[in-house]
């Protein structure tokens, strides 16, 4: 499965594959947030410009920008709502984007309110989970040249041609050894049958 997230009109936009996605009811999370609430985004410090491997990492600055404009919740919008009670975690590993779904309650396991004090929060996870494989960002809106391409990234039909190119040469292997077995087998003469029990 792939998506496109892109910045409407100019652009940048990124191809992802997604990978490992596991919804809310698979998992059977006891956290619930309100509709319509906003969520805080946490980036890892792989996303920061200052990280010392800036030269190795500077494409997940600019993919931290573009998520942030897709999962944010743009500022006075109609329907947002003046309260947060929910976390998107995005953190890279793996040369993969992971994302997480956190609900923050107080230490009684209730909902977080302005009142409480940040030592008294815990982040329940409520899902949905998966991790995003990048794969290239274009410099337009899903159109113009290639920003960055994933080196490492392999496509899912080269994986099944790998597989597929494995199991043709177990084949013919096995065909081989068959082959042989057959021609390495003695002839049956009538000496052989002489002695044996009627």
Known sequence: MFVWIGKYPDGPSAKFEIKGVSTSNEIKMTGNCLKGSRPILSFDKAFLP?????????????????????????????????????????????????????????????????????????????????????IKILDGCFSGETVWQNGKYITPSKVRSKKFSRYVKKRAQKEKRWKTLAETQLEVTPLDTLYEED
């Open 50 to 134: 200052v990280d010392k491997d800036f030269l190795k990492n500077r494409h997940l600055v600019l993919l931290k920008e573009i998520l942030t404009n897709v999962f944010n919740t743009p500022r006075y919008h109609p329907k947002s709502k003046p309260f947060v009670d929910h976390v998107f975690s995005f953190k890279s590993m793996d040369d993969r984007i992971w994302f997480r779904n956190f609900q923050i309650m107080n230490e009684n396991d209730e909902k977080f309110t302005e009142k409480d004090q940040v030592d008294d929060m815990n982040l329940i996870e409520i899902g949905p989970r998966f991790s995003l494989h990048p």
